[in-house]
T-cell receptor, first 115, second 114 residues
């Protein structure tokens, strides 16, 4: 079936380095993608989103890149800080239109920031 | 501003006991409401969503049910819990319309069925 998945379950980076978290999706009908950050025991927090008519969007220290040709989504975090340690999920619209039926989530990547 | 409240934060229940988790949203009207479940170290699985009072869509056959008695209230229930119902339950809301797919999540309920 259609799904959203991640290439790596765990990513360890040095504090101050840049992080790149990747995500592959298979639903070619998806037109909206989101990255969430989830700290242990908490609900996911919105980080950044992007629509399929864009290939790049920047936020504060974060950038999302969308490559529709290969159905690939990535989240870049600049100058990682200890507070960036969390599990990061990509999500896509479920493709039924209207947006009311929620998002499909990938399994998540655990980002570990080394001091 | 909009806020979402979910309680309790943790819950330990014996097998066969009933369940009621409550979620309320403030600061918005007629939100889309969602219940997701997250197994340990896993992604989020959509259980139910609702686009209005009394309107519930179920995504996964199971012994859970959901109800929306008021516009901004969403309840997850079970008559008899199973061990497999253990997990982290998340309520979420989104705005109306196709350009409002972004979900905002509550703080979650960690349910342990023993």
């Amino acid at each position: 079936g259609e799904s959203v998945g991640l290439h790596l379950p765990t990513l360890s980076v040095q504090e101050g380095d840049n992080s790149i978290i990747n995500c592959a999706y298979s639903n070619s009908a998806s037109d909206y993608f989101i990255w969430y950050k989830q700290e242990s025991g908490k609900g996911p927090q919105f980080i950044i989103d992007i629509r399929s008519n864009m290939d790049k969007r920047q936020g504060q220290r974060v950038t999302v890149l969308l490559n529709k040709t290969v159905k690939h989504l990535s989240l870049q975090i600049a100058a990682t800080q200890p507070g960036d340690s969390a599990v990061y999920f990509c999500a896509e619209t479920r493709g039924r239109g209207g947006g009311a039926d929620g998002l499909t989530f990938g399994k998540g990547t655990h980002l570990i920031i080394q001091p | 501003s909009q806020t979402i409240h979910q309680w309790p934060a943790t819950l330990v229940q014996p097998v066969g006991s009933p369940l009621s988790l409550e979620c309320t949203v403030e600061g918005t009207s007629n939100p889309n409401l969602y219940w997701y479940r997250q197994a340990a170290g896993r992604g989020l699985q959509l259980l139910f969503y609702s686009v209005g009072i009394g309107q519930i869509s179920s995504e996964v056959p199971q012994n859970l049910s959901a109800s929306r008695p008021q516009d901004r209230q969403f309840i997850l229930s079970s008559k008899k819990l199973l061990l497999s119902d253990s997990g982290f339950y998340l309520c979420a809301w989104s705005g109306l319309g196709s350009l409002n797919e972004k979900l905002f999540f509550g703080s979650g309920t960690q349910l342990s069925v023993l």
